[in-house]
């Protein structure tokens, strides 16, 4: 197993079924603050939810289709990152986050999406990193700012999402903008 500092006493680290409990645990804890944006805030509502949402994310990397990371702050899941999509064969990956309020202001979801985003574009070869965020998600939008990504635009009505037709935003960044940014 790998832990990668985030900041003092903060790392990311994988996210994987056996720890389905402290999951669904930490989903209980963020659901109120998260279910707005995140829709898996719906969908696990116990262990045994949990740990069928993070097989699917460990069958989806043994596919190399996704992958899904937990930052914990002093020895407690306050959130994650994951790659919702990951298309090695068309160079494209959609990033994705959520973050216990408690943990935020630190700047660990930036410094975690960096750290994904060097991987995919530097070990990887993507081309392009995606992220989609609800066009009411300042939080998200701050954080697609900062990675130096570009809002292409809004997919109006994209989703419905409790009975409610929802727009994305779609924010990417090109290998080559990262890299003029420094693959910071």
């Not at 949402?53 to 989806?60: E, G, K, P, S």
Request: proline share 3%; with cysteine; hydrophobic share 45%.
């Amino acid at each position: 197993m790998f832990a990668h500092p985030l900041a003092d006493g903060a790392e990311l680290r994988p996210l994987e079924p056996w720890q389905a409990a402290e999951f669904a645990e930490h989903v209980d804890r963020v659901r109120a603050d998260i279910v707005r944006y995140v829709p898996f805030g719906r969908e696990v509502v116990d262990a045994a939810s949990a740990r069928a949402f993070l097989q699917r994310y460990a069958d989806r990397q043994a596919a190399d289709q996704g992958r899904i990371y937990g930052i914990w702050v002093d020895g407690v899941l306050a959130g994650g990152t994951l790659f919702r999509v990951f298309d090695a064969d068309r160079g494209v990956c959609e990033a994705g986050v959520w973050l216990d309020r408690a943990a935020r202001g630190r700047g660990l979801v930036t410094t975690a999406c960096r750290t994904m985003l060097g991987w995919a574009f530097g070990t990887r070869g993507m081309a392009r990193v995606e992220w989609l965020c609800d066009p009411a998600n300042d939080a998200s939008i701050a954080v697609a700012k900062r990675l130096g990504m570009t809002l292409e635009g809004v997919q109006r009505k994209a989703y419905i999402d409790d009975g409610e037709s929802r727009d994305l935003q779609v924010w990417a960044i090109l290998d080559d903008e990262w890299a003029a940014l420094g693959g910071r």
